[in-house]
């Protein structure tokens, strides 16, 4: 719409007053309006200057939060292949065990079938899971600029600190003043406010005030030298394209950081809604896990003594294995969230103080809505 405004405006007729004396030399000019438009167009681009900064900085605060998601899942990956590979062993052993007595006339068909499905689907979940690592790591490196092939040597899974909600529900206040994308707004929009005032200034008439010197008609070598000034009329252009474009970037701006902020506002709320049925799905569990293993050592010795069959004894085995399965899928959960959490917050990030001269309603205006 500003730019249709613009189109449509004729040009400025001029006014141009010298008084001359005739004198041979160069003139001097000085465009009046360029000096009352020099702050603004400093504080502009000071601002736009701190935007991108700001911009750079979420960029790669998002690269770290991409590199850790990659790390957990890469570690708690190799925690399932690990009891993947034990629960195939347990099934191979009973599988070859089995298909040895069918083979001598001690076991039917149906009693194969089971073992075989299992260790299928086993195989399946370790091939998917082995696919799914050289990915993960693959993308680690690339992050990294390392080469897709290097072995990064990767820490032990890390502990899982306590999720203080209460804590992050009162950095929201703080939210904008830590999060480099929030922070860069902000910049953007101050640039875009110094650039509405500067608009603003240039509906002054354009005017120039100096000494000038043009030739003369009656002596080649003469020249007039004196008052010179230079006005636009504003008559048809006083820069109502320019000031309507300003403002309506501006707008734009002020909308984008409410609904980056809302979103945000969102986000968290709902990872926080997460981590915590998560953590009590975890707490659950351990009496349950607890109890498998228990069991587990029970059976493994009446087994090594002969007083259990191999069927049975496999069976609480890989029971087992599939709730310690559980429990490490839980704990990645926990910590993706925790990543996420991290990343959403700006946790770590130093609190910026941007200077006074916020716009109107609070900064860029609208209420934050409590989780």
């Known amino acids: 719409m500003a730019q ?103 076991a039917t068909l149906s009693a194969l079938s089971p073992d075989l499905i299992a260790l299928s689907d086993l195989e399946n979940a370790s091939n998917n899971l082995e696919r799914l690592q050289l990915s993960r790591r693959q993308q680690l490196n690339a992050l990294l600029g390392l080469a897709p092939g290097a072995k990064l040597a990767l820490a032990a899974s890390p502990d899982l600190p306590r999720i203080d909600s209460s804590a992050i529900r009162r950095q929201l206040a703080t939210l904008a003043d830590r999060r480099p994308d929030l922070v860069a707004l902000q910049y953007g929009y101050r640039s875009e406010d110094a650039k509405v005032r500067e608009a603003i200034l240039s509906q002054f008439p354009n005017l120039s005030v100096g000494v000038a010197s043009v030739g003369t008609s009656n002596s080649i070598n003469s020249l007039t030298f004196g008052p010179h000034v230079t006005m636009d009329l504003p008559i048809f252009d006083r820069n109502q394209g320019g000031v309507a474009l300003e403002r309506a970037t501006r707008e734009q701006l002020y909308r984008e950081f409410n609904a980056r902020i809302s979103a945000a506002t969102g986000e968290i709320g709902a990872l926080l809604s997460e981590q915590s049925l998560l953590s009590r799905q975890l707490a659950d569990l351990e009496p349950r896990l607890k109890e498998a293993r228990l069991i587990a050592e029970k059976t493994a010795a009446a087994f090594a003594q002969g007083t259990l069959d191999e069927r049975s004894y496999v069976d609480i085995e890989v029971a087992r294995l599939t709730r310690e399965r559980e429990k490490i899928g839980l704990q990645q959960a926990i910590l993706e969230g925790q990543v996420g959490l991290a990343t959403l917050v700006g946790a770590g990030m130093p609190q910026i103080e941007i200077e006074p001269d916020l716009p109107p309603a609070g900064r860029l205006g609208g209420p934050r809505t409590p989780l």
């Open 4 to 106: 249709v405004i613009q189109a449509g405006i004729l040009p400025n007729p001029q006014a141009d007053v010298t008084y001359p004396f005739v004198i041979a030399g160069p003139g001097v000019m000085q465009n009046v309006r360029a000096i009352l438009l020099l702050d603004t167009k400093r504080d502009a681009a000071q601002n736009a200057a701190s935007q991108i900064y700001a911009t750079l900085l979420w960029q790669e605060w998002q690269t770290i939060g991409k590199a850790r998601l990659l790390f957990v899942d890469i570690i708690s990956g190799e925690r399932t292949r690990m009891l993947i590979s034990q629960s195939h062993k347990f099934l191979q052993e009973r599988f070859d065990l089995t298909n040895r007595a069918m083979n001598q006339g001690n």
